[in-house]
């Protein structure tokens, strides 16, 4: 994962829990423990950067550089951390109860990793990796699903346009996912792997999606 705060500030995310922040082309700082196991997705909106791990946890940030909530070395390298949220515990779904880890179509609706966030206003939609889009409002602590099992294979990425009210997502399964917020209903999706396509293109393998991101005219990349 990676994500730029500044023209020459960028930060990088590791399999290992760590936050990379890099001045230029030279290491910055090392942020520690960000996550619990890899750093899957950062968002920055100037100097608010929010991150998901695969230890289901949302953490938000703040990396203007008179920004404390806490005296120097008292989080250790992290004192620029603002929130740590874990996603079931403030949704209230325990995955460990089988009579929940299924809905009536047998979908699974454990949370998984997070793997993409993403800012709408002041929600935080969250794409997991097991195909559901949850909606986290940071100031009430509430987590509801906008989508459960949104893709046929795990969920890689999300991005989010307000002004246009638009959401784009991809996933293993090689499926562009356009949707209209505000409808809660897709545009338009496009399938990689779908036969017509694959050979138009002469493709033969099987193609995953791992990024995706909107362009101010609404276009996707």
């Keep these: 994962s ?8 960028m930060l990088t995310g590791t399999s290992s829990g760590l936050i990379f922040v890099w001045r230029g082309s030279r290491l910055h700082r090392i942020i520690s423990n960000a996550h619990v196991g890899p750093v899957l997705s950062i968002s920055c909106e100037g100097a608010k950067v929010t991150t998901g791990g695969q230890d ?5 940030w703040n990396f203007d550089p008179l920004f404390r909530i806490a005296n120097p070395g008292k989080l250790k390298d992290g004192e620029m951390l603002v929130e740590e949220l874990f996603l079931p515990r403030i949704s209230g779904f325990d995955s460990t109860r089988e009579e929940e880890a ?5 979908a699974n609706l454990s949370i998984g ?16 990796w097991n195909n559901h889009i949850l909606v986290l409002d940071v ?8 989508v459960a099992g949104h893709h046929g ?8 346009d307000p002004q246009t009210e638009t959401m784009a997502t991809v996933g293993h399964d090689g499926v562009i996912i356009v949707t209209d917020t505000r ?3 897709p545009k338009c999706a496009l399938n990689l792997n779908a036969s017509s396509f694959k050979a138009e293109r002469r493709q033969r393998r099987k193609t995953k999606i791992t990024c995706v991101d909107l362009h101010p005219t609404g276009s996707v990349a």
Excluded: H, P
């Design 183 to 185: 409808k809660g209903r």
């Design 139 to 146: 100031a009430r602590k509430t987590v509801e699903f906008y």
């Design 2 to 9: 990676i994500g730029f705060v500044e023209r020459d500030l």
């Design 113 to 128: 990793s997070v793997c993409s966030v993403s800012w709408n206003v002041n929600q935080l939609y969250c794409g997991t």
């Design 153 to 160: 294979e795990a969920m890689s990425g999300l991005a989010l």
């Design 56 to 60: 289901e946890k949302v953490c938000l």
């Design 102 to 106: 299924s809905d009536s179509l047998g």
